[in-house]
């Protein structure tokens, strides 16, 4: 066995010039990294686990997140619904019906319907010089200033297409100045619907998460 052989090596290889044998790495170091690795992908797995427990016993496990921030999410309330407008019942309106087409007889029948249908009834006939054959839609409702968002409502609900103005009067009452479109009054089903749905309180949205 010459000098030069590495102990252990019986001899088997020679070692000769300037090239030696290659001697293979221990096995103990790769099983270290692969040890090592195997404990680092355990505990992040642990830590992960360990963060969504914490969230379900904090009671923030069912928020919703938006962008990496907890959003404003309230429940939504009940319902509800705007306080309805003071419309006047009929009853409490007195209509001046006027007729300002060229047929004759206009102002009393649609007078005669809406005494039937609960309103009061005051001065019936032709209509004024500034309005006679003047009103090219089915009507022209006046009235004071306060009765255009209180009566004449009211009283269009009876008559589809019609107008209203309000004039320079102080008295509660309001006319009803029939215009050349006009046919008849709206059927009785269809005016109570619309009186319904005017007098009926409005819902008010709610916000949605």
Not at 31 to 42: F, G, H, K, T
Request: hydrophobic share 40%.
């Amino acid at each position: 066995m010459s000098m030069l052989t590495p102990p252990g090596m019986g001899g088997k290889y020679r070692i000769t010039g300037d090239v030696y044998p290659r001697m293979r790495r221990p096995h103990r170091r790769r099983r270290i990294v692969l040890a090592s690795a195997a404990a680092v992908v355990v505990l992040g797995a642990a830590g992960w686990g360990t963060l969504q427990l914490v969230d379900v016993f904090s009671g923030d496990g069912g928020t919703k997140t938006t962008a990496g921030k907890q959003a404003d999410c309230k429940p939504a309330p009940k319902p509800t619904t705007a306080p309805a407008a003071a419309f006047p019942k009929p009853a409490q309106i007195t209509v001046n019906v006027y007729n300002a087409t060229p047929r004759s007889g206009l102002a009393k029948t649609t007078a005669d319907e809406l005494k039937k249908r609960g309103f009061k009834i005051g001065k019936v006939g032709n209509a004024p010089v500034a309005y006679d054959k003047k009103v090219p839609g089915t009507g022209l409702l006046l009235g004071a200033p306060a009765a255009v968002k209180g009566a004449l409502p009211v009283l269009g609900t009876q008559l589809a297409g019609t107008t209203s103005k309000a004039d320079t009067r102080a008295t509660p009452d309001v006319d009803l100045i029939i215009g050349t479109a006009f046919k008849t009054l709206s059927p009785k089903a269809t005016a109570d619907a619309a009186l319904v749905a005017l007098t009926k309180p409005a819902p008010v949205p709610t916000g949605k998460c």
